[in-house]
Nanobody
């Protein structure tokens, strides 16, 4: 029912910035506003890890590795979630996934590749 599509992944040099977007469809803006939105990432050979999440109440949580560099936000009127990534490091290289959940309902996007390299 709910579909999530990530975009914005790219090849960027260390120290650069990137903004990822997650567009949700199949849900009204009213319902979307109630979801907890999250960004996860998975590097080759590594487990998927939480990068950031933002609850419907506006509470944001970040992985220690990205605190101060990444910012999660959402625009409920447009059914969009964002991940602003600044001061990117090579270790940020991964496939980034958007997640939405409400109670037992969980939805995942297909992922977008972020590569940080010189």
């Amino acid at each position: 029912q709910v579909q999530l599509v990530e975009s914005g992944g790219d090849l960027v040099q260390p120290g650069g910035s990137l903004r990822l977007s997650c567009a949700a469809s199949g849900t009204s803006r009213t319902i979307f506003s109630g979801y907890t939105m999250g960004w996860y990432r998975q590097a080759p050979g590594k487990q998927r890890e939480l990068v950031a999440e933002l609850t419907s109440a506006g509470t944001a949580n970040y992985a220690d590795s990205v605190k101060g560099r990444f910012t999660i936000s959402r625009d409920n009127a447009k059914n969009l979630a964002y991940l602003q990534m600044n001061s990117l490091k090579p270790e940020d290289t991964a496939v980034y996934y958007c997640k939405a959940n409400l109670a037992w309902q969980t939805y995942w996007g297909q992922g977008t590749q972020v590569t940080v390299s010189s």
